[in-house]
């Protein structure tokens, strides 16, 4: 928060006073001291607000994104109904991977650790890429409300070209650090089939696109 507010001030300050060169011409000089006229001030001043508007909260989310170096490990709090998991992700640049119908970027997870959070038969069918089941749910009211929830994700790895990934949208998901977790929105939960860590430190891939959007 005080970057941000460090980043607003200076970009405020330096494009207030840019503009008003501009709009004003060379401000007058007397004593070591810049004369600037209040009629340009002001007007400069009401353009770098809004410029600032434009650009600190893009700027403030690609900077929290960095912020979380390549390798870290950070807990993860993903939410389906009443129900909620708490697991670890690795912090990992490589992971790109972006739902083609929506956008949104996926998040990788063990299919073990989102087990809670899904119905038995919903999560049968996520870990077998089981489309069908949803496409053949007719008038299935249990089945109906994970329409518009599963996404396929094809991805490409080491001896699989073509490979398939198949990813649910959570109600909710908190990624960060111990005692400030944040809400990020139009996250995929893509669902894993093997062990991602070999030790069991982590068990999710959270990717730059996902932290931009804290």
Same mark, same amino acid.
């Given at each position: 928060?005080?970057?941000?507010?460090?980043?607003?001030?200076?970009?405020?300050?330096?494009?207030? =006073?840019?503009?008003?060169?501009?709009?004003?011409?060379?401000?007058?000089?007397?004593?070591?001291?810049? =004369?600037?006229?209040?009629?340009? *001030?002001? %007007?400069?001043?009401?353009?770098?607000?809004?410029?600032? !508007?434009?650009?600190?909260?893009? !700027?403030?989310?690609?900077?929290?994104?960095?912020?979380?170096?390549?390798?870290?490990?950070?807990?993860?709090?993903?939410?389906?109904?009443?129900?909620?998991?708490?697991?670890?992700?690795?912090?990992?640049?490589?992971?790109?991977?972006?739902?083609?119908?929506?956008? +949104?970027?996926?998040?990788?997870?063990?299919?073990?650790?989102? %087990?809670? !959070?899904?119905?038995?038969?919903?999560?049968?069918?996520?870990?077998?890429?089981? *489309?069908? +089941? =949803?496409?053949?749910?007719?008038?299935?009211?249990?089945?109906?409300?994970?329409? %518009?929830?599963?996404?396929?994700?094809? =991805?490409?790895?080491?001896?699989?070209?073509?490979?398939?990934?198949?990813?649910?949208?959570?109600?909710?998901?908190?990624?960060?650090?111990?005692?400030?977790?944040?809400?990020?929105?139009?996250?995929? *939960?893509?669902?894993?089939?093997?062990?991602?860590?070999?030790?069991?430190?982590?068990?999710?891939?959270?990717?730059?696109?996902?932290?931009?959007? *804290?």
């Amino acid at each position: 928060r005080w970057g941000m507010m460090l980043l607003s001030s200076f970009l405020l300050a330096g494009s207030t =006073y840019a503009l008003s060169i501009l709009l004003e011409g060379t401000p007058a000089m007397y004593g070591g001291l810049i =004369y600037i006229s209040p009629q340009g *001030i002001l %007007k400069a001043f009401i353009l770098s607000a809004g410029l600032c !508007i434009l650009l600190v909260r893009p !700027i403030g989310r690609i900077l929290s994104g960095k912020a979380f170096k390549e390798g870290s490990i950070i807990p993860v709090h993903i939410t389906m109904g009443n129900k909620s998991v708490r697991l670890n992700a690795l912090v990992d640049t490589g992971n790109s991977l972006i739902d083609p119908v929506t956008g +949104y970027p996926v998040m990788v997870v063990e299919a073990e650790s989102v %087990k809670p !959070i899904l119905p038995p038969e919903v999560y049968s069918s996520v870990v077998a890429n089981n *489309i069908s +089941y =949803y496409a053949s749910s007719g008038e299935d009211a249990a089945r109906k409300p994970w329409l %518009k929830r599963i996404h396929l994700i094809p =991805y490409k790895s080491i001896g699989k070209e073509n490979g398939m990934l198949t990813g649910f949208r959570p109600d909710a998901v908190r990624v960060g650090k111990e005692g400030s977790l944040k809400e990020v929105k139009d996250v995929i *939960i893509g669902v894993c089939g093997i062990k991602l860590s070999n030790n069991s430190k982590y068990s999710a891939l959270v990717g730059p696109a996902t932290l931009s959007k *804290i």
